[in-house]
């Protein structure tokens, strides 16, 4: 009986963890999706404005890094009709020589550009850029300041904090009693 009690209230423990966690794998107001969390808000900006918007909020410019990922910031950002969004990546340091994330740590890790883009317009296309109509992506002037802003950062999830077990594998749990004889009784 007393083992009953202690498993109900084991699982009603995981349950609440479970739903915990889930709505706190990003901040508030945050998308999340995968291991990431994507923030948009409705101000257009120019490239470095919105990269320094996303680093003062913990995150940083966008970077797309799936086909998967591609679709669904399509999808965040055609239902907010942002034409324009950037992202954060960048070959204003040497031309051609795509490099991405904040720290330009990356060279592409997925590339989905447009139709003969990149094309380096005027000498001074450097900064990427998300089409909403196609999911297609550009070289853009990084000082046009006609672009919106999303921020991604890592969900708790992606940080490995606030790893959920499912309630179904979260008991792995026995009851032991031992007899009038002092031996273990499963
Ligand atoms: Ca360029
Ligand atoms: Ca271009």
Partial sequence: MACKVYLKILNTAAFILFVVGVSGLCPRDWFEHGTSCYMTDSVIRNWDDG???CDRLGGELLVIETWEENKFIQGIVKNQNKRFTWLGCSDRDSEGQWL??????SSLPFENWSTKEPNNRGGDDDCMSFYMENGKWSDSKCYSDKVYTVCETTSTQGKGEGVIIPSSSAAPVSCYTFGSDGRLQV
């Fill in 100 to 105: 991405c994330y904040k720290d330009s740590a």
């Fill in 51 to 53: 990269a320094a918007y």
